[in-house]
Every structure is written in C-alpha cells, then in structure tokens.
C-alpha cells in the first residue's frame, strides 16, 4: 500500500510554471482587447496620478477627506498594477506563463490591495459619517493623527490577514494541470490545480472574505443608514441636497468596487463560469480604478474648483 501511494506520488507531475489561460479564446480580437485596455490603464495612471497631484498641491483640499482620497488613489493605481500589465503582455505573446514566484508574488499584490481598499472604503464612511451626523466635532474627531491611524490600520490588517492566506495556499503542492483559466493568479483557480486537500483552505478564503470583505461593508451600510437619517431630518431641501452631494461620489464608489466584488466571491459554485469570472475581475480590476478619478472630478466642485485653478495657473506666462 505504502509502495503504491509512493509509485503515485512519483508519477505526478510536478508544476514549475503557470499558464494563464486569460482570453485566449478571443484569438484574432486580442489584439483590439489589448488596445481597449491599454488606453484604460493609462487613463487609470493619469487620472489617479491627477487626484493625487491637485489635492497635494491645493491647500484647500487639505481635510480628512481628501486625505482618504488620495490613499484611495495609490491603492487604485496599486491594484490594477498588479493585474493589468500583465494582462496586457500575455495578449500579445503565444506562451503565456508565469513563474510560482511571480504568481505568488501578483497574489500578494492583489490581496493585500484588494483588502486595504475595502477596509479603506469604510474609513471613508466613518469620515462622511462624522462630517453630516456630527459636524460640531468634526475637526476634533478626524484629527491628522486618526486619519493616519485609520490608514494605517488598513493597511497593517490587510497584510496580516494575506501574509497568512497567500502564503499557506501556495505551501499546498501543485501537480497535474498547469493551466490557471483566468487572466491572473487568484485563489480559487490556484486551489483547482493544488493535489492536497483544500477544503481547509476554503474555509480560510470564506471567513477572510466574511470578515474583512463582509465586515468593512456591513461597516459602510451602518454610516450610511445613519447619514440617511440625519439628512432626512434636515429642514430644508438645500441642506439635504448639499449634505447628500458631499458623500455621493464615495457612495457610487463603493456600489461600483463592492457590486462586482461581492459577486463574484459570494456567488455559489454552481453559478461560476471562467468567462463570467473574468468579465466580473476585469471590472474591479481594471474599469473601476479608471472610473473612480471621472466620478471623484465630475460630482465634487472642490475638486473641479483646485483643478480650474491649477490650470489657470499653468497658462498664466
């Protein structure tokens, strides 16, 4: 019995390297799919780049808001770093492989990005909730020191919580198949080629997802439910439109980034499709890091403002 289990083990193959298997189904369109994306990641790097660069060189914007935004734009430029040029180079190349290293390495990148994000997002909450419930306070409440706390704590959760996940699955050996189908590493593609039981690390992935996925946007609903209650309680129809103005665009941001998020950890395995799956990823990946400079320019007129300023600035001989 022993031999036979040992003559098993021998003749696993095993992987060395990853294949992405990504769009290759697209055959000639990948070309016109690189193209679309290439011009999405730059708008992604000029627009994040853009928030970053108006709010540090205007004073005015200097307030816990804009702190949280531009932390939110460094995490978007990191997140869709980590996946997108990749992406891009394997839709021009035959082979398109990746080392156990650097696929470690890109699901480090994400999951801790994708993590800090979230907890992120309900940081920014917790800021539109003081602002409007308990304006008085405001200055007292969200001091220098709370929003770099907050951050912080974004991100040293995050790391915590990843160090641990990324690190155990990929102490699981990987045998047979080397073909990942999607367009970059992430848990449950990986967990499909690994020959040891993973029902251990399922459970990992589902309270991870339960508790710092779940958990900042349970966080988020209650500001919000809040914040809708103060707004509604306010006396005039002026007050309500300006209190609701100053937290919208945080609001479509985390409908955007949590709507295909959630969809696509929290859907059962029956409803899961490779190619709904990666339709799904290249939204939060790729479409909502590009979308979230437009939304945080076009709603906000502090912003619209230090950007017409700038301008007139740099015309100004």
Known sequence: MASSERDTHEN???????????????????????????????????????????????????????FFLVNLSFLDICFTTSVVPQMLVHLLVKHKSISIAGCAAQLYAYAIVGVT?????????YDRYVAICHPLHYTTIMSGRKCVSLAAASWITS???????????????????????HFF??????????????????????????????????????????IMCTIFKLPSAEG??????????HLMVVMLFYGTILLTYLRPKSRHTPE???VLSLMYTAITPALNPLIYTLRNKEVKGAFRKAVKGISIP
């Open 12 to 66: 696993r193959t095993v992987i060395q390297e990853f294949i992405l298997v990504g769009f290759s189904y697209l055959a000639e369109m990948q070309s016109l799919v690189f193209l679309l994306f290439l011009a999405t990641y730059i708008v992604t790097l000029l627009g994040n780049f853009l928030i970053i660069l108006l709010i540090k060189l205007s004073p005015s914007l200097h307030t816990p808001m804009y």
């Open 276 to 278: 709904g799956d990666k």
């Open 240 to 249: 309500r439109r300006k209190a609701f103005s100053t937290c919208s665009s």
């Open 117 to 125: 994000e979230c907890c992120l997002l309900a940081s920014m909450a």
């Open 185 to 226: 590493c992430d848990f449950a593609p990986l967990a499909k080629l690994a020959c040891a039981d993973t029902s251990k690390n399922e459970i990992l992935i589902m309270v991870v997802t339960v508790l710092f996925i779940m958990g900042p946007f349970l966080l988020i609903i209650l500001s919000y439910i809040n």
């Open 159 to 181: 790391i915590s919580v990843q160090l641990i996940q990324v690190t155990w699955i990929f102490t699981m050996p990987f045998c047979g198949s080397n073909l990942i189908d």
